[in-house]
T-cell receptor, first 115, second 110 residues
């Protein structure tokens, strides 16, 4: 079984400031890791994913995340946020069972960018 | 990027009724999953279909059922609706290492 913990339910930050959204996971097997963004009344949009290789992953809209296997973490970062980054962010894991895999999500972090 | 279309976008049903939600996924993506997202929560896995067969199920009762068709479309059916079934229902099509989500169907049970 897998689980995902997003330690912060809300993160307020001023525009142009850096931000880090924290994600820790638990799994007995190797996993894929994902970050999704959800704008109000919309579905999920993929920001970035870690499948293998380099532990620093770059995504869309200037976001990046670092996979840390020893700490079982996959924190999301952006060096300078914009007001348009205000949204709900979900971290998710999937095991490597190929076609039978599923995503397990955290409870989300609400990023509120202030002027 | 999204090539996953869900219909309808919003739906209001009465407790005890039945509902069918539809999803059209990208050509070639032969795996489709459905998720339920209650207000203020992360999405929860309902079930997954691969080549028209159920291929995994989450902790949802049998009144949640699905179908997948050869043209990459799929359905989620929920019988005997309960108030707690009110949620955003998301469809996702997947390929090796990735998932593409639709915009969801907002179901309200009154």
């Amino acid at each position: 079984a897998q689980s995902v913990t997003q330690l912060d339910s809300q993160v307020p930050v001023f525009e142009e400031a850096p931000v880090e959204l924290r994600c820790n996971y638990s799994s007995s097997v190797s996993v894929y890791l994902f970050w999704y963004v959800q704008y109000p009344n919309q579905g999920l949009q993929l920001l970035l994913k870690y499948l293998s290789g380099s532990t620093l992953v770059k995504g869309i809209n200037g976001f990046e995340a670092e996979f840390n296997k020893s700490q079982t973490s996959f924190h999301l970062r952006k060096p300078s946020v914009h007001i348009s980054d205000t949204a709900e962010y979900f971290c998710a894991v999937s095991d490597l069972r190929g076609t039978a895999s599923k995503l397990t999500f955290g409870t989300g972090t609400r990023l509120q960018v202030m002027l | 990027e999204t090539g996953v279309t869900q219909s309808p976008t919003h739906l209001i049903k009465t407790r005890g009724q039945q509902v069918t939600l539809r999803c059209s996924s990208q050509s070639g993506h032969n795996t489709v999953s459905w998720y339920q997202q209650a207000l203020g929560q992360g999405p929860q896995f309902i079930f997954q279909y691969y080549r028209e067969e159920e291929n995994g199920r989450g902790n949802f009762p049998p009144r949640f059922s699905g179908l997948q068709f050869p043209n990459y479309s799929s359905e989620l059916n929920v019988n005997a609706l309960e108030l707690d079934d009110s949620a955003l229902y998301l469809c996702a099509s997947s390929w090796t290492g990735g998932y593409t989500f639709g915009s969801g169907t907002r179901l309200t049970v009154v």
